[in-house]
């Protein structure tokens, strides 16, 4: 059985599936345009938009209020502001709610959602900000696809920065969990209630890197279906 057809049976109705070689090859895509709720995938576009924006890595910005969920500012009382730099690396290393909103804020939403539309995005949309209850019982919701997740990771593999804070993941039960020996991952997970995504940079031992987004939504185990995704393309990936 192909790659294709392994991945097409196994996402059947409960994922969406993009694998886009950097280099020449074709594409592989299941469902590439379904629109998901986006969790902290939205946070990808935010990271290219601030990287095209040209906001300086020094500048420092302030971390309060600081929100709960994912990250560590919440937990630090004695930190009043901190670089755009750290913030950025915050925001996809450890997936930082708070740093996200202190570049949300700074960016501007506009200027993130232009950046998308800029680029063709067209299933993505930056409507709030993280942990922003209200907005969500108001129905107000961040949206992605599998499609737009793998065209910003296209972009954001020319830059060092980018992949050097993906490569710094720190949430790997998903993509990585088969990673074998002398392959590389750079990528960003995304989790809410019945909402799991992984998608990231796979840097095979040899020959081009390939983008692989994977997005699940709904009573599933979104992590094991993605985690299985990723084993098979590692596994093409490592044939000669």
Same mark, same amino acid.
């Given at each position: 059985?192909? %790659?294709?057809?392994?991945?097409?049976?196994?996402?059947?109705?409960?994922?969406?599936?993009?694998?886009?070689?950097?280099?020449?090859?074709?594409? @592989?895509? @299941?469902?590439?345009?379904?629109?998901?709720?986006?969790?902290? &995938?939205i946070k990808l576009p935010i990271l290219a938009a601030a990287l095209d924006s040209g906001l300086p890595f020094d500048e420092?910005?302030?971390v309060r209020p600081a929100v709960p969920g994912s990250g560590v500012l919440a937990h630090l009382a004695d930190v009043a502001?901190?670089?755009? /730099?750290?913030? &950025?690396?915050?925001?996809?290393?450890?997936?930082?709610?708070?740093?996200?909103?202190? %570049? @949300?804020?700074?960016?501007?939403?506009? /200027?993130?959602?232009?950046?998308?539309?800029?680029?063709? %995005?067209?299933?993505?949309?930056?409507?709030?900000?993280?942990?922003?209850?209200?907005?969500?019982?108001r129905g107000v919701e961040n949206l992605i696809s599998a499609a737009d997740v793998a065209s910003v990771l296209c972009r &954001?593999?020319?830059?060092?920065?980018?992949?050097?804070?993906?490569?710094? #993941? #720190?949430?790997?039960?998903?993509?990585? /969990?088969? &990673?074998?020996?002398?392959?590389?991952?750079?990528?960003?997970?995304?989790?809410?209630?019945?909402?799991?995504?992984?998608?990231?940079?796979?840097?095979?031992?040899?020959?081009?890197?390939?983008?692989?987004?994977?997005?699940?939504?709904?009573?599933?185990?979104?992590?094991?279906? @993605?985690?299985?995704?990723?084993?098979?393309?590692?596994?093409? %990936?490592?044939?000669?």
């Amino acid at each position: 059985m192909s %790659l294709r057809e392994s991945l097409t049976e196994l996402a059947a109705g409960r994922a969406a599936v993009v694998v886009r070689p950097l280099g020449a090859g074709e594409a @592989i895509e @299941i469902a590439a345009d379904h629109r998901f709720t986006a969790a902290s &995938l939205i946070k990808l576009p935010i990271l290219a938009a601030a990287l095209d924006s040209g906001l300086p890595f020094d500048e420092r910005l302030p971390v309060r209020p600081a929100v709960p969920g994912s990250g560590v500012l919440a937990h630090l009382a004695d930190v009043a502001d901190m670089s755009a /730099r750290d913030l &950025l690396t915050l925001m996809i290393t450890v997936s930082d709610n708070t740093a996200t909103n202190v %570049l @949300i804020d700074r960016i501007g939403m506009g /200027r993130v959602n232009a950046w998308c539309a800029r680029h063709d %995005l067209t299933a993505t949309v930056l409507a709030r900000r993280m942990m922003d209850a209200e907005a969500r019982d108001r129905g107000v919701e961040n949206l992605i696809s599998a499609a737009d997740v793998a065209s910003v990771l296209c972009r &954001l593999a020319d830059s060092p920065f980018a992949v050097g804070v993906l490569e710094a #993941q #720190q949430f790997n039960d998903r993509l990585p /969990r088969h &990673l074998p020996p002398g392959f590389r991952l750079a990528h960003k997970t995304g989790e809410l209630r019945h909402v799991c995504h992984d998608a990231g940079i796979v840097y095979p031992p040899a020959g081009p890197p390939v983008v692989l987004a994977v997005l699940t939504e709904g009573p599933t185990d979104g992590a094991g279906l @993605i985690a299985e995704c990723g084993r098979l393309v590692f596994s093409a %990936l490592g044939r000669p």
